[in-house]
């Protein structure tokens, strides 16, 4: 099912078992939802910056159900700016208030930006797919939520 901006209401956050694909395009990314049983997978490619930011913010919130963790691939995310960067700490703060478990697959511009980014945040990235559905699949008691969230913009700055 395809969803545009103006239909997005139409979108099922309760998907049945089984693998769904929900696809929602914006001029230099693409965003795509896939349903698994007791897991979505939220894969994001090309650029995300000050245009889109918002939108991956609230395609992936409004996906967010503490009964479903939640993967959101960024492998294929080939540039990523500091809207981009607060827009994945704004999903990080609602998963916190949320209570969902989530892990983060980066793509080499993504794990550059985290490294050049002096934040006192921690963002729960895992090394492969595989890693992350281990880890949410099962729980893993080293995979915690982060032990601090940001409440202000303000403190995550560049160094």
């Known amino acids: 099912m395809l969803i545009d901006n103006k239909r997005r209401d139409e979108l099922r956050f309760d998907a049945p078992a089984g693998t ?6 914006h001029p230099g990314m693409s ?6 049983p007791g897991l ?12 889109n930011a918002a939108r991956l913010n609230d395609y992936v919130t409004g996906l ?16 990523i ?8 700490v704004r ?19 993504v794990d ?16 492969s797919m595989e890693e992350a559905m281990r880890r949410l699949t099962f729980r893993d008691p080293g995979w915690s939520l982060p032990h601090r969230v940001a409440t202000m913009t303000r403190e995550l700055t560049r160094c």
Request: proline letters at 4%.
């Open 20 to 25: 769904q694909r929900v696809r929602s395009g």
């Open 31 to 36: 965003l795509r939802a896939h349903f698994q």
């Open 40 to 51: 979505v997978v939220v894969q994001v490619t090309g650029a995300i910056e000050a245009s």
């Open 64 to 79: 967010a159900n503490p009964d479903r963790p939640m993967i959101l691939d960024l492998r294929g995310v080939n540039f």
């Open 81 to 88: 700016n500091d809207d981009g960067f607060y827009a994945l």
């Open 91 to 109: 999903i990080a703060e609602h998963a916190y208030r949320a209570g969902m478990a989530w892990a983060l697959v980066t793509s080499e511009a």
């Open 112 to 127: 550059r930006l985290r490294g050049s980014t002096c934040s006192t945040y921690r963002l729960p990235v895992a090394a």
